[in-house]
């Protein structure tokens, strides 16, 4: 009971903050922060909770951004359509690559997801007709949420994010119900001893493949609401470097923590945009965060707020404890 | 396709092809001994090109400036070695690599914050300027240089590891470092000069692709997924492996990028990718 009312308590903190946020960073800030949020509680799943690091994420970011950018662009696609497009085939991308990469372990499932990663990069780079290759891909509009009597534009910065905020919510809702149910918990089985979870008789890899394509659909998903945000796919889209930003932003939040990908996230967003307002080099702020996490902080900003919870405890509680002894 | 135009494409695969092998070789050492993957190696391997070109200013020549880089960066990795990486021996492996993901990014901007954020050109030493006349063409002297130079200084690291005691000790931490320090080694400084080792081999082909390719602070961005790809390719910690996978996928790059060149940098990731899954022990690895 006290398990339940805690986690309604931080639920209700997760709304509130959202609601707060656009208060303190600018709306476009803030809806990138929910964007890069779902697509690190998606690595999240299968990287915290089940053990498999993937350093290719930016590979379904990158194609859901294209595929929402395209069927927007040229088939004049509504929004629900749009989303639904990118969210399926990231899914399906990561369905044949996941089937692939998870016959391997370790370092070579890290590099399979990698190199898929580099490779559908230089495609995008150099299929230019299609993706714009270095230059971007333009004019991706925003349609308006058409659904049934309702009718709600989304041109204006507020009004997008408060659609990112939601979507966003509900997918955090989504991912909180698959990591509390049998399937989250065989995947931490996994995590924990893949063996032991195959000796008692579970299809070891059929449960790693459905999270790695689960994962799929939400970063192809996000990558049409970034899509959608400045009208534009990048190419950095779907480059080794956003797969990198999005394993940061789950590290340094914090590992097989539903809310540490969403710290790590509103963290990296807000500090870079804090900080390339005044200087450019905010690639070596990163590396030295990451460094000082890798070294002292493994738990991420989880394991600090934990940390500082407990050394609060520990000075209210001192005085009682000395009564106590004497 | 031309007989000319194809040897010149076969000869420019292999002058990348060599330091591809160089490279790999470097991060096959420290994969294969401390069981890291070493997201730094790009950025050591452009710091390489930068300490020579910094040392040539400094008026120590481009032969003495190779030396002063191959060392710089030897230096580098053994600190990166003793004061970061060594923590992290008894956690999890994905932590190390992290470690120098973020130390690469560091050393990356380190570069542009001392020598700005374009590049330069570089002349090879003047001995070495112009071409040799092949028959077909006339192919520049320092990529000839090149080839020579690093298949011997590759050709070398082989016959140490495989040849001397040394080399024995660094095949023993590899096989086994726990049964390797019973025996009575010092794994910890085994591991520190292993580091130190890979990364010097990764600033001399920085170093030695300076004159051919110039200077630029993303050039380690640019080869570091490559030698991973070599890496995987020649199969994990295998020195041979990795020299013949260098080569390959030097040569590669090189026809494809004559034949059809928008598909020639995906291509190098569809063969590693293949390697994988068709021989995931690599092409000469056994494990």
Known sequence: MADRGRALVRLVALVAAVAVLPLFVRPVVAAEIWIFAIAAMALNLIFGYTGMLSFGQATFFGIGAYAGALMMIHWQAPLLLALAGGAVLGALTAAVLGYLCIQRLGIYFIMLTFGFNQMFFFIAYKWTDLTGGEDGLPGV??????????????????????????????????????????????????????????????????????????AGAFTGLAGVLYAMMYGIVPLEAISWITSGDIVFMVLIGGLGNLYGPLLGAAGLKWLSEAVSVVWQRWPLILGVALVLVVLYLRGGLVEALARLREALARRRLRPRVREESA | MSVSLLSWAVLNGLVTGVIYALTGVGLSIILGLLNIPNFAHGALYALGAYFLYAAAQAALGFWGGLIAAALGVALLGMAIEYLGLRRLYGVHPDY?????????????????????PTGFTFQPPLMLAGGVNLGVMVYPKYRLMIMLATGLLVLGCWLFVERTKYGAIIRAGIEDRDMASALGINIRRVFTLGFAAGAALAGIGGALMLPVRGIAPTMGVEIMPVAFVVVVLGGLGSLPGAIVAGLLVGVFQSLMTALWAPGADASVFALMTLGILLRPQGLLGQR
């Open chain 1, 141 to 214: 509009p925003r349609p308006p949420l058409a659904l049934g009597p309702l009718h709600l534009p989304l041109n204006t910065a507020t009004r997008y994010y408060l659609f990112v905020a939601v979507v966003f919510l509900l997918l955090f809702y989504a991912m909180k119900r698959i990591v509390d149910s049998p399937l989250g918990l065989i995947c931490r089985s996994i995590r924990e001893n893949p063996n032991r979870a195959a000796a008692i008789g579970y299809d070891v890899k059929l449960y790693k493949w459905i999270a790695f394509t689960i």
């Open chain 2, 96 to 116: 190390a690599l992290l470690l120098t993901f973020g130390l690469s990014l560091i050393l990356t901007e380190a570069t542009i914050f001392v020598w700005g």
